[in-house]
């Protein structure tokens, strides 16, 4: 009892000298927040929180989540839905025991059936959530906050008496702790407010939405709009303080068509900008939804491609997107939780036994710097400065020349990193914030695609593929849903997500002819299983690096930056399905007058 | 009755509802509940001492306001009801002033209990709510007086073990 009571007064001063020092205005800013002063009030509170005979908690954590957002859609140039939402949120962390052992990273111990008691409890399970008031009302606020905390610390004390208990039964292996002291921040910045002209978006959402009722072959379509903006509020025991603005438009056009023989397709735009003010204009937008539909209406006649083994170029928005399938989960440093439901990682999940060893060509360098906040012109959804755990972005080398040199690492200590280097993105989980994939002797387009014509007719081709994009993946998580069990999808592996071996399907792409370099649509075809050493073999890397932003509503927003990548040799197939007919009637704007 | 006839009734009487995207079925809108036997409000809690002095019981339940209920309307399962009271009271056969409650549910079988009606009040009240079935949720009424039950079997409800919170409300601070 004594070291942990130790820790704790160790941590209060360091808040205070914190505060005073770096921050005078903030503190300034702090005091006339009632939502501030209210969790401050009750975090203070809660660390006397104990029940009889077992141990307050070392670490309490509130993180609120105080945003305002205007959702809305449009389809066949009529508005579908337009709705505020409104959310102040807050999400509990408690922690008991020490930093050495907590009642977290632990999957339940055996014995209590096959459900129940030992599912809830699991490494992520350490805290919860609930709404708070909107109004800025000090002692409604911390009325919420004092429920709020109540339960995660019943539930702390009882796991990690479990797990206590657990440990004494099992021969100990070497755990690294369960969670890595970090040094205090605080930055307190204005309060961030939500703006945006509805009425004249809900009219450009009607306007766009409607073009594609210049395309008899486009089956159906949607125009969604997503803007948000809000506070971030991180206040943490060992004295973090945070307030930090953040404000995000997500503006997705998707187009569905059905090809003859039932097979579905969809292509979408996403466009992911600050602001809506800051999205394209009204004719770019309009230019490209056009562009787009009828790219759609062309795959939707082409050949179903058969059997393909060769090289595949991935260029465009594609490359990014390969770069995140294969690779971006496997950066993340995995913590490895001990109890009865602790599930092995598959390939691909964790690359720390790759640690040292060549992962990409020589030339590749890749690194994750969440401090960038565009590149060009192009906004970065994945920058933040501090992350989901209020520790500040890093810079970090993972890939240089070609070999893996670290990994991302959040709060929770792995075997491999024992320490945060800022990304922290969700429920102690690391990820990615902007991943920069980076090839020296860039080529330029043209010069790629003679590589790839090349690398064909060495294999004896008579064509190679050229892959755009893939499925699902850039956009929200509503559209990664949609693509998940919706027509694209269907329940077939690999169709929307992509994930460890599997890439998702294609969705533009085209043979490239070696004869005379000719490129016609092809469709229906989806990738082979799909190992991360098909990294190792990239031929040639294109000069001009491409911006793919995820904005996650399951996880963070993300952004990879990849230049076009050719690879030596993948597999595709014809996708088995047995599609639907198409509707028994034509479409009212495909009917001839 | 809905537009789906069942034998002996072969057209719907209009109560064909639903929530908004759901399958019709047949349901209850504003359902009046009369009685011959009535007599004043007073008098039905005269009545209850006097029915527990007859049946020789310490004391009877008055009650006043509920939460809800449920019935089950599936094959497999049996026809019974539960009802979850809010405001219970005993109220006691030898005078003693009445007693607030709490922890008791109101089950039974619809054709049994009701058939052990004594007599009715006459203060008809109107319960408005929201019903639960196959065709979701619907705004219903039901109007009745109070009733004066010869035999109705409660239960305890379920508890939960969990302890109040650990600290007082913020509030009490002050």
């Known amino acids: ?593 | 009755m809905c537009r789906s006839p069942v034998p002996g009734f072969p057209n719907s009487n209009g109560h064909g509802r639903r929530q908004a995207g759901r399958p019709v079925v047949a349901r209850q809108g504003n359902l009046l509940i009369e009685s011959r036997k009535t007599v004043p409000i007073e008098r039905l809690r005269e009545l209850l001492v006097e029915e527990c002095q007859k049946q020789q019981k310490p004391y009877g339940y008055l009650f006043e306001d509920i939460s809800g209920g449920f019935t089950m309307t599936t094959r497999g399962d049996p026809q019974a009801f539960k009802v979850l009271p809010i405001v219970v009271y005993r109220v006691y056969a030898d005078g003693r002033p009445d007693e607030l409650v709490r922890g008791v549910d109101i089950v039974g079988t619809p054709l049994s209990c009701f058939s052990k009606i004594l007599c009715t009040g006459d203060d008809p009240a109107v319960f408005n709510g929201t019903c639960g079935a196959e065709s979701g949720s619907v705004p219903v009424s039901a109007i009745s007086p109070s009733i004066l039950v010869e035999q109705i079997e409660i239960e305890k409800r379920a508890q939960s073990q969990e302890r109040p919170p650990i600290l007082p409300p913020p509030v009490s601070e002050r």
């Open chain 1, 1 to 593: 009892m004594i070291p942990l009571k130790h820790m704790w007064w160790a941590a209060l001063p360091a808040w205070f000298v914190a505060l005073s020092l770096c921050c005078a205005a903030g503190e300034e800013a702090a005091a006339d927040d009632p939502l501030l002063r209210a969790l401050a009030a009750e975090l203070e509170r809660s660390l006397n929180m104990r029940l009889e005979g077992l141990e307050p908690p070392y670490f309490i954590q509130y993180v609120v989540d105080d945003s305002e957002a205007r959702q809305m859609s449009a389809a066949w140039g009529a508005l579908a839905s337009s709705d505020r939402d409104r959310a102040r949120v807050l999400s509990v962390e408690v922690r008991v025991g020490s930093y050495q052992l907590d009642n977290t990273n632990f999957s339940g111990g055996g014995g209590q059936g096959f459900s129940g008691r030992a599912r809830g409890r699991g490494f992520g399970r350490m805290g919860g959530a609930a709404p708070l008031p909107l109004d800025d009302d000090e002692a409604a606020i911390r009325h919420a906050i004092w429920l709020a905390t109540d339960g995660p610390y019943k539930r702390a004390v009882e796991t990690l008496t479990d797990k206590r208990a657990f440990l004494k039964e099992r021969e100990s292996e070497e755990r690294p702790p369960d969670f890595a002291p970090a040094a205090p921040v605080v930055q307190v910045e204005p309060r961030a407010a939500f703006e945006m002209d509805v009425p004249a978006w809900e009219d450009r959402l009607r306007r766009l939405s409607a073009v594609f009722a210049e395309f008899r072959g486009i089956q159906d379509s949607s125009v969604r709009l997503t803007a948000s903006a809000g506070n971030r509020i991180l206040l943490n025991s060992e004295g973090s303080r945070l307030r930090t603005g953040a404000a995000r438009a997500v503006l997705t056009i998707t187009a569905r068509a059905q090809a003859d023989d039932g097979e579905r397709l969809a292509d979408r735009l996403v466009y992911v900008a600050r602001t809506a003010a800051a999205l394209p204009d009204l004719e770019t937008l309009l230019a490209d939804a056009r562009g787009m539909a009828a790219r759609l209406v062309a795959q939707a006649q082409a050949p179903i491609l058969a059997d393909y083994t060769g090289p595949v170029l991935f260029d465009d928005v594609a490359a990014p997107q390969l770069f995140r399938q294969l690779l971006a989960a496997g950066l993340a440093a995995q913590p490895d939780p001990v109890g009865e439901g602790r599930r092995r990682f598959r390939a691909g999940e964790s690359l720390e036994k790759s640690l040292g060893k060549r992962v990409l060509p020589d030339s590749f360098r890749v690194v994750d710097d969440p401090s960038q906040a565009a590149l060009g012109a192009r906004f970065l959804a994945g920058h933040y400065l501090f992350d989901e755990e209020g520790v500040p972005a890093k810079r970090v080398d993972l890939v240089l020349e070609g070999s893996l040199k670290d990994l991302l690492a959040s709060r929770v200590p792995s075997k491999a990193k024992a320490a945060s280097n800022g990304h922290g993105r969700r429920s102690g989980q690391a990820g990615i914030g902007c991943l920069f994939i980076e090839a020296a002797e860039g080529r330029p387009q043209e010069e790629l695609k003679q590589a790839l014509i090349a690398a064909a007719r060495d294999q004896g081709l008579e064509f190679a593929l050229r892959v755009s994009s893939l499925g699902a993946a850039e956009g929200g998580a509503a559209e990664a849903l949609a693509a998940m069990f919706g027509a694209a999808g269907q329940g077939r592996r690999g169709a929307a997500e992509g994930g460890a071996g599997v890439l998702a399907d294609p969705v533009r792409v085209v043979k490239v002819y070696v004869e005379d370099g000719r490129e016609e649509p092809v469709r229906g075809c989806e990738f082979g299983e799909v190992d991360l050493k098909v990294l190792k073999d990239i031929l040639a890397a294109g000069d001009q690096p491409v911006v793919h932003n995820e904005e996650g509503v399951f996880g963070p927003a993300s952004s990879v930056i990849a230049p076009a990548v050719l690879l030596e040799e993948l597999e595709l197939y014809p996708i088995e399905a047995e599609p639907t007919r198409k509707p028994l009637i034509a479409a009212p704007h495909a009917r001839a007058e």
